[in-house]
């Protein structure tokens, strides 16, 4: 099992491009979210989705897009790339009463 | 809107210093608490989830333990390998609200 691979794992965009950052998991699970990580602030919620063809929106969703046409991906897409979101994002999936998120190893996004 | 908050920011302990993490927390209503280990440039890995006040969990040095307003990570004898930040969450297993975390430092 590779548990959740997220790809890449570095990126350099430029203001305006736009791009998205691959998510799969191979452990059949139901749950999967995208989660934003930024020094200080701990990971915050973007977008996460509780089984294929249903997503929601997190705590952070602006500029950002998803959808779930499978169970095995998870794609988050940056619209209009900008500065403030240079960060570390991660992926993670689960299972409907298995506690605990497997996350990704992440991809670290820098936007200049 | 749910608040996790944890102290310290860091914490530099020599080898078999015991010592404890707080994680407190604001919720409407609590699903779960949980508590996750990161290592740098990694992702973070799961490590216990706590559902009721008075409920503890182990997992070799470390224990975690829950009140109606806060959470304990309790490390004990700590070795060098022990040395990552730890996160603590509430919600449920879909959706989480995080703290910013405490870096533990063990000193061999």
């Known amino acids: 099992n590779a548990g959740v691979t997220q790809t890449p794992k570095f990126q350099v965009l430029k203001t305006g491009q736009s791009m998205t950052l691959q998510c799969a998991q191979d452990?059949?699970?139901?749950?999967m979210s995208w989660y934003r990580q930024d020094p200080g602030m701990g990971l915050r919620l973007i977008h996460y989705?509780?089984?294929?063809?249903?997503?929601d929106q997190g705590e952070v969703p602006n500029g950002y897009n998803v959808s779930r046409s499978t169970t095995e991906d998870f794609p988050l897409r940056l619209l209009s790339a900008a500065p403030s979101q240079t960060s570390v994002y991660f992926c993670?999936?689960?299972?409907?009463?298995?506690?605990?998120?497997?996350f990704g190893s992440g991809t670290r996004l820098t936007v200049v | 809107e749910d608040q996790v908050t944890q102290s310290p920011e860091a914490l530099r302990l020599q080898e078999g210093e015991s010592s404890s993490l707080n994680c407190s927390y604001t919720v409407s209503g609590l699903r779960g608490l949980f508590w996750y280990r990161q290592d740098p440039g990694k992702g973070p890995e799961f490590l216990f989830t706590l559902y009721s006040a008075g409920e503890e969990k182990e997992k070799e040095r470390l224990k975690a333990t829950l009140t109606k307003k806060e959470s304990f990570l309790h490390i004990t004898a700590p070795k060098p390998e022990d040395s990552a930040t730890y996160l603590c969450?509430?919600?449920?297993?879909?959706?989480?609200?995080f703290g910013a975390g405490t870096t533990v430092t063990v000193r061999a």
């Open positions: 993670a999936s689960s299972e409907p009463g298995s506690p605990g998120y497997t």
């Open positions: 969450a509430v919600g449920t297993d879909y959706k989480l609200s």
């Open positions: 452990m059949n699970h139901e749950y």
């Open positions: 989705s509780v089984g294929a063809g249903i997503t």
